[in-house]
């Protein structure tokens, strides 16, 4: 169990330095992974960015996730279609969703980043951080949307998460580095000691540095 998001990104630093990444550029799901990713870009003197991702939930249980979506040039989206067949969730449930997932994406890029030019992934090493993994749903489209954008290589950089997303994601990224794999895994939550909800006046100020 981790004490905090900051005390896990400092363990995620310390396995990364011993892969010896060149030039790596570190990208964090906000919120929960700013501090994560804020800790290991500090100690691996990375620049750092995010990548905005938002998750969709099922009809009337918004933590089970039935895909994710990524703004860009043309959106990534990645659906759990067997979990979608099994709900059956409907095409117009689907087209709300991901049209109000994407309003959200806008907002907070305004918010969080305003007139400042993204990092470029293009031909770079990328680290994509988040606190801990689920379904692995908002990682998946996250690595695939830094693919599409020509990233060089790709890694996953988490704490924690079950061993079969784990598994899943090494399908898509070119590695994954996770701290603990519990033979239970209940939640991120349930992995952390301290596990606040961070405000959007947190995530300006931890990328304000």
Not at 76 to 86: G, N, P, Q
Not at 107 to 118: E, S, T, V
Request: include cysteine; glycine fraction near 8%; charge should be neutral.
């Amino acid at each position: 169990m981790f004490d905090n998001r900051q005390q896990a990104g400092e363990l995620l630093a310390r396995a990364l330095k011993k892969l010896d990444i060149e030039d790596p550029a570190i990208y964090a799901l906000p919120r929960g992974g700013l501090p994560v990713a804020a800790a290991i870009a500090k100690h691996l003197s990375a620049p750092l960015d995010i990548i905005l991702v938002r998750k969709l939930g099922a009809p009337g249980h918004a933590e089970l996730a039935i895909g994710a979506v990524v703004d860009g040039p043309a959106p990534t989206l990645v659906l759990h279609r067997d979990i979608i067949h099994e709900l059956n969730i409907s095409q117009k449930y689907l087209d709300d969703i991901r049209a109000t997932a994407l309003r959200e994406i806008e907002r907070r890029r305004a918010l969080y980043i305003g007139d400042n030019q993204p990092l470029k992934p293009e031909g770079r090493n990328v680290i994509i951080v988040d606190d801990g993994l689920a379904t692995g749903a908002t990682m998946e489209t996250a690595v695939k949307a830094m693919r599409r954008a020509g990233a060089k290589n790709i890694l996953v950089a988490v704490p924690t998460g079950p061993k079969e997303t784990v598994s899943k994601l090494r399908k898509y990224a070119d590695d994954v580095v996770c701290l603990d794999m519990p033979l239970q895994f209940w939640s991120v939550g349930n992995q952390y000691r301290s596990f606040p909800q961070l405000s959007d006046k947190e995530v300006i100020e931890t990328l304000q540095g």
